[in-house]
Nanobody, 111 residues
Framework: QVQLVESGGDLVQPGGSLRLSCAAS????????MSWYRQASGKERELVAG???????NYADSVKGRFTISRDNAKKTLYLQMSSLKPEDTAVYYC?????WGQGTQVTVSS
């Protein structure tokens, strides 16, 4: 069965860093376009970053220069390295493939 499991969400102070992970199973991970979305309370879910099977990346303007998406095909894991975090980054972060969404992991940026 297709499954995506996020981890790494936490409470962090503004300016801090955090790395999210997404463990994939049930499909050929290396062939899939993968992405991270986020949804803040009361807001629509939005694309944060995406990465092709070949490693080409794209980012939302709001996170460009601060976040880095990457993948380890051998480990079937997607990552989102977040730095210079702002309170506006507070949201539930979701991993997405062509087949499924993960359950989400909470990131809270607050002092």
């Amino acid at each position: 069965q297709v499954q995506l499991v996020e981890s790494g969400g936490d409470l962090v102070q503004p300016g801090g860093s955090l790395r999210l992970s997404c463990a994939a199973s049930g499909f050929t991970f290396s062939r899939q376009y993968m992405s991270w979305y986020r949804q803040a309370s009361g807001k629509e879910r939005e694309l944060v970053a995406g990465i092709t099977s070949g490693g080409i990346t794209n980012y939302a303007d709001s996170v460009k220069g601060r976040f880095t998406i990457s993948r380890d095909n051998a480990k079937k894991t997607l990552y989102l390295q977040m730095s210079s975090l702002k309170p506006e980054d507070t949201a539930v972060y979701y991993c997405k493939s062509n087949y499924a969404w993960g359950q989400g992991t909470q990131v809270t940026v607050s002092s």
